[in-house]
T-cell receptor, first 112, second 111 residues
């Protein structure tokens, strides 16, 4: 157990809808990163938040957005869902200066 | 795009045997990390090796790093059925930067 929690565990949406995924960081961690993992692939970096500001972004369109709250919990929002957005979404928390990231169990999103 | 590439894609061994997985990457790195993932769930950090290190041990795990060849290997000794999982290498380019993962090696340990 890493202490990182995510909700919900599973989600089914239809194309065009919007979704919000949530992550609660491990206690004391001030950085959260989100990754998308398609079936059979490795995780791909979406973005990272540090002190409530976006601190780096991968090759994902603007319809992927996020928030980090003062308690270091975080949200990933995806607008205008596409079929290819179906994936496991992982959040990982860390503390700036530490190299290890601690992953949550993920949210599996299915877009129909 | 994924920087690391694991080899083999899949590996099946008997319990008690050793399992070796390899990872190649493309650019200079600060460190390389190995993670395990059970059945499409969250990733568990196994071990981190820095660019100035050549070998590291943690329990039944042994990791090597060859920066001249841009490659790393993960050895699991005396494997157990519970080691069945997917194993990913991830590179950190400059320290505390986003991890870049490979596609992983699926390990099956047969009892």
């Amino acid at each position: 157990e890493t202490g990182v929690t995510q909700s919900p565990t599973h989600l089914i949406k239809t194309r065009g809808q919007q979704v919000t995924l949530r992550c609660s960081s491990q206690s004391g961690h001030n950085t959260v990163s989100w990754y998308q993992q398609a079936l059979g692939q490795g995780p791909q970096f979406i973005f990272q938040y540090y002190r409530e500001e976006e601190n780096g972004r991968g090759n994902f369109p603007p319809r992927f957005s996020g928030l980090q709250f003062p308690n270091y919990s975080s949200e990933l929002n995806v607008n205008a869902l596409e079929l290819d957005d179906s994936a496991l979404y992982l959040c990982a928390s860390s503390f700036v200066g530490l190299e290890t990231q601690y992953f949550g169990p993920g949210t599996r999103l299915l877009v129909l | 795009s994924q920087q690391g590439e694991e080899d083999p894609q899949a590996l099946s061994i008997q319990e008690g045997e050793n399992a070796t997985m390899n990872c190649s990457y493309k650019t200079s790195i600060n460190n390389l990390q190995w993670y395990r993932q059970n059945s499409g769930r969250g990733l568990v950090h196994l071990i981190l090796i820095r660019s100035n290190e050549r070998e590291k041990h943690s329990g039944r795990l042994r990791v090597t790093l060859d920066t001249s060849k841009k490659s790393s290997s993960l050895l699991i000794t005396a494997s157990r059925a519970a080691d069945t999982a997917s194993y990913f290498c991830a590179t950190d380019l400059s320290g505390n930067t986003p991890l870049v993962f490979g596609k992983g090696t699926r390990l099956s340990v047969i009892a």
